[in-house]
């Protein structure tokens, strides 16, 4: 009985549901604390906020391809959870681009959160700078698009820190060339940026 209730537990069906879920969960809760305090909604509100979790998640699981199936499902629970509380109505479009860019990061991301924690050489200190890479590349966005130059300076200033910490880690977990991750999350910001403007922000602007 314990063995078939420890399999149970640790099954990919429950972890697949458990992080829908939590998707759910966290897209009706960016869309319920719209217009509640700054931060609550800043916290919610956030690509970075979404796709940290994402790779949360993909941290605690058990193999890399679980994490990767994970973060995809959870973008995509999330996307549904926030477009299903706003009502989609007109807004059809958005969540279609929205639901394909979460099915296309998704699974890199849960990937990258598995990675850092349990992968081998310097894969993991290129999974850690593209963790960094959307808190650092969100800040891009708000401060050089949006012109919002004290909450660029607030992601800037956390995607450093999350940078350095993950760097840390690596190093401390004994990774050769963790400082890679140091290295490549600043380019990695620039890329994720550009994508943004360039794709996302267009398609979206399209539908």
Request: proline share 2%.
């Amino acid at each position: 009985m314990a063995t078939t209730t420890a399999i149970r537990r640790d099954s990919p069906l429950l972890a697949l549901s458990a992080v829908t879920a939590f998707g759910l969960l966290l897209g009706w809760a960016t869309f319920t604390l719209h217009g509640t305090t700054p931060l609550l909604e800043r916290a919610t509100n956030s690509v970075s906020t979404w796709i940290i979790w994402t790779a949360a998640a993909g941290a605690v699981l058990r193999t890399a391809r679980l994490a990767a199936w994970s973060g995809g499902l959870m973008m995509l629970a999330t996307c549904a959870g926030y477009y299903l509380t706003a009502g989609v109505g007109d807004t059809a479009g958005t969540a279609a681009v929205w639901s394909v860019a979460g099915l296309a990061g998704g699974p890199l991301l849960g990937w990258a959160g598995w990675t850092v924690r349990h992968g081998r050489g310097t894969a993991r200190a290129t999974a850690g700078a593209a963790i960094a890479m959307v808190v650092l590349g969100e800040g891009l966005w708000l401060g050089l698009t949006l012109r919002y130059r004290g909450e660029a300076a607030v992601y800037l200033a956390v995607g450093a820190l999350l940078t350095a910490a993950l760097t840390v880690f690596l190093a401390r977990a004994g990774v050769r060339r963790f400082w890679l991750c140091a290295v490549l999350a600043p380019l990695f910001a620039g890329a994720f940026y550009l994508a943004e403007l360039l794709v996302l922000d267009r398609l979206i602007g399209s539908v």
